[in-house]
């Protein structure tokens, strides 16, 4: 099923009042080092601390009133959780959140604090979607991906089609658009909602080192499933897999994907920290590693950067901060 720039502009509708329309934001000396203009999304600045609470309440808001009473059971390591537990507090729907035991604290803490029910499981060992079919199954609830379902994908749109417009009202023609790649949702929805408004941008992805799905599915025009040895500071971006859904979508629009490691990161986080004044998480300041980092041409272009999420252990940020050895 696909998604069209009309699932966006409802998206938006069912939105409004309810997600927070994020600023575009620049910065003097981010364009001066990089010889580019970049207009920032931070989506550190959403409901939720990150840019999944749009997908959430779009798929949530559209349940039918027995599928409310029944309740909604979503799988994730943080952000989609909160995004899903905030949505389901604010229309009334019981949800269950599957969590893995070593995600951040901060994000379990949130999730539990928006009144979700918590499921723990450990990531070696045990399947999240199969805890999840399990448990929707005997609740008669509904499973609420956190980015292969097209009412998440349009609901992350909305992003784009507000990152389009601010630039517009700008002055500003985007020549290209950096984001971090996961499952996929996000920049799916973002590139379609962009791409019908302005065809002559392109997007670029941007994975983790050692989760490189995505550049790897592209390049093999299939998708492939990693089976990954270590963990990767960008707890958001660990998915081992582009979507069924998500995976079309980003071999139509994307012209590349870019992959940085645990030490570009960090330094993103710390400039992000320093010269923009905004805390990042680690997942959601991959596309500034890119850059920063010179793994994506900028110079002379105008660039239109998202930075998805804030949610960050405050321990390993203070690390990040210092300079300290992370492992």
């Known amino acids: 099923m696909s998604v069209t720039l009309a699932d966006i502009e409802a998206a938006a509708g069912r939105l409004a009042g309810h997600a927070v329309t994020t600023p575009l ?149 985007l020549d290209l658009v950096i984001s971090p790649l996961g499952g996929g949702g996000l920049m799916s929805g973002v590139s379609t909602a962009i791409r019908a408004l302005s065809p002559a941008t392109q997007f670029v992805g941007v994975e983790p080192a050692g989760y490189d799905d995505t ?10 499933t990693l089976k990954p040895s270590a963990r990767t500071l960008c707890d958001a971006l660990e998915s081992p897999a582009p979507g069924e859904l998500t995976f079309p979508i980003l071999q139509r629009n994307l012209a590349d994907v870019a992959v940085v490691d645990d030490a570009e990161v960090a330094e993103a986080l710390r400039y992000a920290f320093s010269a923009l004044k905004l805390v990042v998480e680690p997942g959601g300041a991959a596309g500034l590693a890119a850059l920063l980092a010179g793994k994506v041409a900028a110079a002379g272009k105008t660039v239109g950067l998202v930075l998805s999420g804030g949610n960050v252990d405050p321990d390993l940020f203070a690390r990040v901060i210092r300079n300290e050895p992370l492992a």
């Open 25 to 173: 934001i620049e910065s003097l000396a981010l364009n001066e080092r990089l010889g580019a203009r970049v207009l920032i999304k931070p989506e550190t600045l959403q409901r939720v601390g990150a840019f999944k609470f749009r997908g959430a309440y779009n798929r949530l808001s559209q349940l039918s009133e027995a599928e409310r009473r029944r309740g909604v059971v979503a799988f994730s390591s943080g952000n989609h959780a909160q995004g899903v537990a905030l949505a389901a507090k604010l229309l009334g729907v019981p949800a269950l959140i599957v969590m893995p035991s070593d995600a951040p604290k901060v994000k379990l803490d949130a999730t539990r604090g928006y009144g979700a029910e918590i499921r723990l499981f450990d990531r070696l060992t045990e399947d999240r979607a199969a805890i999840a079919a399990e448990v929707a199954a005997e609740r008669g609830a509904t499973v609420v991906p956190s980015y292969d379902d097209p009412h998440i994908i349009a609901g992350q749109g909305t992003l784009g089609l507000e990152l389009a417009r601010q630039a517009d009202a700008l002055g500003a023609s």
């Open 215 to 224: 550049l790897q599915s592209l390049r093999a025009g299939r998708r492939i």
